[in-house]
């Protein structure tokens, strides 16, 4: 009997536990995502596709929060600062993650030590874009009107301190030439504004420009990866069109506030894995003219750093400084 009281005492122990653990399973409540620059762009539309599968194939709940300023920061250190309990997440890249620190006098957050990266996203080169009635048609022409009337043209980016604000650093000390740069709070109204002629030249991603280029509204005039763009096979590389070795990509990944538990960050890796590997995800992606990229924490990780040491070099070539 005494073998028997014990061993009913230990399997009731065991079902509280259980029921202990369900109770509290990751997540029981609403996940706050956070997109650092505002809706309509690029970043935004990936955020709420990964989201709106991670969601469906788990019965979770996502709310997209956009939060722009300041080249992303505003954003990623709002994530930053939250409770690491897996309820706050968000969209980072390649600006706000590996260029900000060497570019900021001040960041306040260092993307290594604040944040948990769960792991990528998707990748996707620049595109320098004009308008449809632009008398640019290639970069040649540009460096040929810049070179003439250093500084009258004008060159826009979703920021200072995004990919595209130091790609055009990187294009003009390549070509010896002067722009004005023109930073936006986010891609969307500067898009809005490059078709309305209140600027000449918009950098930004792929994923943000290829439906305005593909309407006819836009005209490409270079990407900046070293291949073309599957999704613009048209349009010349930079290094094609004679700057060898120009290669300037953004990428993007899910990341939350240091010190997530580990248990969190596996969940979390395996659905977004899972979401990216979608039909539905994948036919956006592409539509958008992004790649998808699934990695590990660890791999993540990993790209954060090495991309924070090569764009810090190139940062500090560039005399890119933002105070």
């Not at 955020?47 to 709310?63: H, Y």
């Not at 990266?117 to 998707?122: D, E, K, L, R, T």
């Not at 592409?286 to 190139?314: C, M, Y």
Request: proline share 7%.
């Amino acid at each position: 009997m005494r073998f028997l009281r014990h061993a009913f005492a230990a399997l009731l122990a065991g079902v509280c536990a259980l029921q202990a653990a369900a109770a509290h399973a990751y997540p029981d409540k609403p996940i706050r995502l956070i997109v650092p620059f505002p809706p309509g762009g690029g970043t935004d539309a990936l955020a709420r596709q990964v989201a709106n599968e991670m969601a469906a194939r788990n019965g979770w709940t996502f709310v997209i929060e956009n939060r722009p300023g300041a080249g992303g920061n505003l954003g990623v250190d709002q994530a930053a600062k939250a409770k690491p309990d897996g309820y706050t997440l968000v969209i980072g890249q390649t600006s706000n993650l590996a260029i900000n620190p060497t570019l900021y006098a001040k960041l306040p957050y260092d993307p290594e030590k604040d944040l948990t990266p769960i792991g990528m996203v998707a990748e996707a080169p620049l595109v320098l874009a004009v308008a449809a009635n632009a008398p640019y048609k290639t970069l040649a022409d540009v460096v040929a009107a810049s070179k003439a009337k250093p500084g009258s043209i004008d060159v826009a980016t979703s920021g200072n301190g995004t990919v595209a604000h130091l790609a055009t650093e990187m294009f003009q000390k390549a070509a010896g030439i002067r722009l004005t740069h023109v930073p936006y709070k986010g891609a969307a109204q500067g898009a809005t504004d490059l078709i309305g002629g209140q600027i000449d030249m918009y950098m930004s991603s792929v994923p943000t420009l290829i439906g305005h280029i593909r309407n006819g509204a836009m005209r490409a005039l270079a990407v900046t990866s070293l291949k073309r763009s599957e999704d613009l096979p048209d349009v010349p590389t930079f290094a094609e069109s004679g700057f060898k070795d120009f290669d300037a990509v953004t990428w993007f990944g899910l990341a939350g506030p240091s010190g997530l538990p580990a248990d969190v960050v596996r969940t979390l890796n395996h659905a977004l894995t899972a979401a990216l590997d979608a039909p539905s995800t994948r036919k956006l992606f592409q539509a958008q003219g992004a790649e998808v990229r699934s990695s590990t924490p660890e791999a993540f990780a990993k790209l954060i750093h090495d991309d924070r040491v090569r764009w810090g070099e190139i940062v500090k070539a560039s005399g890119a400084r933002i105070d």
